[in-house]
């Protein structure tokens, strides 16, 4: 189970052949957005959606008491805003660039007609959609019975299976996330997260620097996780 899953390896991006990524492209428009840019808004008219090509965002969520939440992490490949489009009609969350993000723009409408026209394109829409469903089902049973402490071991050795680069030391991920980010996403609090990397870190299971981390024991982090369901 990938806790607040990226995406799949290659996003819906890549499932696609390279005439069906040459037909969408000429339906959309490329944009760069800067890191802490913000793509879409809660609220906003859901008029088109995002394929990313390059980069994360955040999506953001505000809670009852007005608190902003990290609700998920897309990536390389992942689309973004499909899901109101069809629905409200309306954004239902706030999407904010973590990094440098390179985004394909497409209209809702011409998107549609795109699915409509490829079948090898409607089939990985359906698989990327299908599979955020499951991991989002696995992420809810898995909160249930598991501490904070793990749930974080799990982001952590998700993010390293997704981003993660082997080094001599170990494996390293590049974090660009603050460690309130990181207690959103694995359902704690930060004090929690400050508490169980500064244990981590003086049993040498991660070494921390700033915005980056390495897995020093694979071993011992996914021992701290426990089982996945």
């Not at 890549?14 to 957005?33: C, D, H, I, K, P």
């Not at 706030?94 to 079948?119: E, N, P």
């Not at 909160?143 to 390293?172: F, I, N």
């Not at 996403?185 to 508490?195: D, E, Y």
């Amino acid at each position: 189970m990938n806790l607040q899953r990226v995406g799949p390896p290659q996003g819906f991006w890549g499932l696609l052949t390279g005439a069906e990524q040459s037909v969408l492209s000429g339906l959309g428009r490329m944009s760069v957005f800067p890191p802490g840019a913000t793509l879409c808004v809660e609220g906003d008219p859901a008029t088109h959606v995002f394929i990313l090509v390059a980069g994360w965002v955040k999506i953001l969520g505000v809670t009852s008491e007005g608190h902003q939440m990290v609700l998920a992490l897309r990536g390389h490949g992942d689309i973004v805003g499909e899901v109101a489009g069809e629905a409200t009609g309306y954004r239902t969350a706030t999407v904010q660039a973590v990094d440098t993000v390179r985004a394909l723009i497409v209209g809702h409408d011409k998107f549609s007609s795109f699915l409509d026209s490829y079948l090898g394109a409607s089939h990985a829409y359906r698989r990327t959609v299908t599979q955020r469903w499951i991991d989002t089902a696995a992420m809810l049973r898995i909160r249930s019975a598991t501490s904070g402490a793990q749930r974080l071991a799990l982001l952590l050795l998700d993010l390293a299976g997704q981003h993660g680069s082997g080094t001599p030391g170990g494996v390293y991920v590049a974090m660009p996330l603050s460690q309130e980010d990181l207690a959103s996403l694995a359902g704690t609090s930060r004090a929690t997260v400050t508490r169980a990397l500064g244990n981590w870190r003086q049993r040498g299971v991660i070494r921390t620097g700033q915005r980056r981390i390495t897995i020093k024991d694979l071993g011992a982090l996914r021992q701290i996780a426990g089982p996945r369901t």
